[in-house]
């Protein structure tokens, strides 16, 4: 069965610091790759997503970047986190080319102070 | 830009009650999708209803769409405590678009 795991659950970093999120799904060959970032109470913002590796789209410009250096591996990084930064992220993977459901990672929780 | 709108935000029912949440969307879909977040946790999926399927059920849910309108909703019935979570919809092809949710409160 496929599973996705997401990390670290929960962090806090200074404003400037730098900021890696790693998401691996298991079980599945190429599938597309999320990620989204949540506002306490609020919607889901598509951030990045990947259909192969080192295919990445962006839909948001900021200061945030993707990686896919593996099939099933999908990073979050940025060099210098700003207040704005802080959010819950979440990771997704679907079946290549499929219209069906996501499967969603339970999330890494970013307070920047 | 948001695709799905859902209203009402919040809905704050008792156990046994139905709870309707409606979305709204912008463009031509092929499909849409409702999902589940429990609070701190990651998103579930519910049920997908393609844009030729006017209702769809699965357990206590029943999902209608209607696609001259743009919208659709879900039904919970028979509500309980354990439904209390926020619900959202999605639409989108290769990037699933999420609406801004609605946040169900079933109290015992």
């Known amino acids: 069965s496929q599973t996705i795991h997401q990390w670290p659950a929960t962090l806090v970093q200074p404003v400037g610091s730098p900021l890696s999120l790693e998401c691996t799904v298991e079980?599945?060959?190429?599938?597309?790759l999320y990620w989204y970032r949540q506002a306490a109470g609020r919607g889901l913002q598509l951030l990045f997503y990947s259909v192969g590796i080192g295919q990445i789209s962006s839909e948001v410009p900021q200061n945030l970047s993707a990686s896919r250096p593996q099939d099933r591996q999908f990073i979050l990084s940025s060099k210098k986190l700003l207040l704005s930064d802080s959010g819950f992220y979440l990771c997704a993977w679907r079946v290549a080319g499929a219209i069906g459901e996501l499967f969603f990672g339970e999330g890494s929780r970013l307070t920047v102070l | 830009s948001q695709q799905g709108e859902e209203d009402p935000q919040a809905l704050s029912i008792q156990e046994g009650e139905n709870a309707t949440m409606n979305c709204s969307y912008k463009?031509?879909?092929?499909?849409l999708q409702w999902y589940r977040q429990n609070s701190g946790r990651g998103l579930v999926h519910l049920i997908l209803?393609?844009?030729?399927?006017r209702e769809k059920h699965s357990g206590r849910l029943r999902v209608t769409l209607d696609t001259s309108k743009k919208s659709s909703s879900l039904l919970i019935t028979a509500s309980r405590a354990a439904d209390t979570a926020s619900y959202f919809c999605a639409t989108g092809f290769q990037k699933l678009v999420f609406g801004t949710g609605t946040r169900l409160l079933v109290s015992p």
């Open positions: 463009t031509s879909i092929n499909n």
């Open positions: 079980g599945t060959s190429n599938p597309n």
């Open positions: 209803i393609r844009s030729n399927e």
